[in-house]
């Protein structure tokens, strides 16, 4: 598996649910990224961690938990969604984070839609 | 706040023809400068960057411009094909490790 994977690709959920968004990059890059992706809006950036560790966090609701356990894998634990946080949540990576001029990799998406 | 300004946010053109679309951005301390492809279901894909050091750079059938004192930069696409479909999103380099996104350009190549 090359690239970068992203688990699940659908997911539905009620607003009292608890659940968690995969991705997991081959690349060796040491940098990792949530988007969030809606409809005729730009990209939302959520976080970004560099070697583990988290150096951005977008003012983002603390209903959305990111976890990196190492540089290859990320985590968004999501608790307690509302229905406006359905969209498309999109991972990537790049080589670094040093700054915005980073190339990004994306994977292919996790389609979240909450009731 | 920084912000990055697309348009248009949606552009229908003649197979074969050229397509140009059009960002401009409020950072001026912004020195990169990418165009990702997004084919419908798919992830974005980088296709072509430029930096604030030069003006234009070129890939076959893509090129784009950049103007730093006006602070926009173009895309243009000349002979389109289907396979061309697709929304487009420009950005630029913001602070803090970010990039600031455009909201996107569905381009339909019309047969």
């Known amino acids: 598996e090359t690239g970068v994977t992203q688990t699940p690709r659908h997911l539905v959920m009620g607003m009292t649910n608890k659940k968690s968004l995969k991705c997991e990059q081959h690349l060796g890059h040491n940098a990792m990224y949530w988007y969030k992706q809606s409809a005729k809006k730009p990209l939302e950036l959520m976080f970004v961690?560099?070697?583990?560790?988290?150096?951005e966090n977008n003012s983002v609701p603390s209903r959305f938990s990111p976890e990196c356990p190492n540089s290859s894998h990320l985590f968004l634990h999501l608790h307690t969604l509302q229905p406006e946080d359905s969209a498309l949540y999109l991972c990537?990576?790049?080589?670094?984070?040093?700054?915005?001029?980073?190339?990004?990799?994306f994977g292919a998406g996790s389609r979240l839609t909450v009731l | 706040g920084e912000n990055v300004k697309q348009h248009p946010s949606t552009l229908s053109v003649q197979e074969g023809d050229s397509a140009v679309i059009k960002c401009t951005y409020s950072d001026s301390a912004s020195n990169y400068f990418p165009w990702y492809k997004q084919e419908l279901g798919k992830r974005p894909q980088l296709i072509i960057d430029?930096?604030?050091n030069v003006g234009e750079k070129k890939d076959q059938r893509i090129a784009v411009t950049l103007n730093k004192t006006a602070k926009h930069f173009s895309l243009h696409i000349t002979e389109t094909q289907p396979e061309d479909s697709a929304v487009y999103f420009c950005?630029?380099?913001?602070?803090?490790?970010?990039?600031?996104w455009g909201a996107g350009t569905k381009l339909i190549i019309k047969p």
């Open positions: 990537a990576s790049s080589q670094e984070a040093i700054s915005g001029a980073n190339v990004l990799t």
């Open positions: 950005a630029a380099s913001g602070s803090n490790y970010q990039l600031i």
């Open positions: 961690y560099s070697l583990e560790e988290r150096v």
């Open positions: 430029i930096r604030s």
